[in-house]
């Protein structure tokens, strides 16, 4: 099974605050494969986080990472 790790980054400079959910393959054969969601509101990414199993804690850690660190 691949290593793959997930997160959540803020778009910088776009008003108002957009969202995107990223994932990246560790263990591509060419580098590392990153996918990444279409930005979303924060109402958008936190529902999309809640239907796929996040906790409600999970889900403000990786938003206050994400504004704290905007790509």
Request: proline residues 6%; charged residues 30%.
């Given at each position: 099974m691949?290593?793959?790790?997930w997160?959540?980054?803020?778009?910088?400079?776009?008003?108002p605050?957009?969202?995107?959910?990223?994932?990246?393959?560790?263990?591509?054969?060419?580098g590392?494969?990153m996918r990444?969601?279409?930005?979303?509101?924060?109402?958008?990414?936190?529902?999309?986080?809640?239907?796929?199993?996040?906790?409600?804690?999970?889900?403000?850690?990786?938003?206050?990472?994400?504004?704290?660190?905007?790509?």
């Amino acid at each position: 099974m691949p290593n793959e790790k997930w997160g959540v980054a803020k778009v910088k400079g776009i008003e108002p605050e957009q969202f995107f959910i990223f994932l990246i393959n560790t263990e591509g054969s060419k580098g590392p494969l990153m996918r990444a969601s279409e930005f979303l509101s924060e109402e958008e990414l936190r529902s999309d986080m809640k239907s796929n199993g996040s906790t409600e804690a999970e889900i403000n850690s990786l938003i206050e990472r994400a504004r704290a660190n905007p790509k």
